[in-house]
């Protein structure tokens, strides 16, 4: 005889839908983009993944969280780039939902790293995202 867990398969629902509302933030980020930087962004990708990897998470110092990863080319550094695989953007939802307190929180820490990725996109590096304010 099998037993159904409803505790088990509430967690999953829960988690399922917390999952979804996290991805539907990055998207309303992307959506929220000036038209005239939106229509800059080439050959990239934006994926959610729950937590960094152990590599993503490599050379930061103690006590530094990472919210988001920018994986590829610059904007700025591809000259003769062709058929090259897209380059990614990770917004990693496990620590922006630890670091933040509620949903409002979260919502603007998405937008701010949404955006801090993408200017590495366009070859600014973390100096010059600094000074952005992002």
């Given at each position: 005889?099998?037993q159904f867990?409803?505790r088990s398969?509430?967690?999953?629902?829960?988690e399922?839908?917390?999952?979804?509302?996290?991805?539907?933030?990055?998207?309303?980020?992307l959506?929220?983009?000036?038209?005239?930087?939106a229509?800059?962004?080439?050959?990239?990708d934006?994926?959610?993944?729950?937590?960094?990897?152990?590599?993503?998470?490599?050379?930061?110092?103690e006590?530094?969280?990472?919210?988001?990863y920018?994986?590829?080319?610059?904007?700025?550094?591809?000259?003769?780039?062709?058929?090259?695989?897209?380059?990614?953007?990770?917004i990693?939802?496990?620590?922006?939902?630890?670091?933040c307190?509620?949903?409002?929180?979260?919502?603007?820490e998405?937008?701010?790293?949404?955006?801090?990725?993408?200017a590495?996109h366009?070859?600014?590096?973390?100096?010059?995202v600094?000074d952005l304010?992002l």
């Open positions: 005889m099998v867990d409803k398969s509430s967690r999953r629902t829960l399922r839908v917390r999952k979804l509302r996290f991805e539907r933030l990055v998207s309303e980020a959506r929220g983009l000036p038209p005239h930087i229509a800059t962004l080439r050959n990239v934006v994926v959610v993944e729950d937590e960094p990897s152990a590599r993503q998470l490599a050379g930061l110092d006590g530094e969280t990472l919210f988001g920018y994986e590829g080319v610059p904007q700025t550094e591809r000259a003769g780039y062709n058929f090259a695989l897209p380059d990614k953007i990770t990693f939802r496990g620590p922006l939902e630890r670091e307190d509620g949903d409002a929180e979260i919502a603007r998405v937008q701010i790293t949404v955006l801090h990725e993408i590495h366009f070859g600014f590096d973390e100096d010059q600094a304010g």
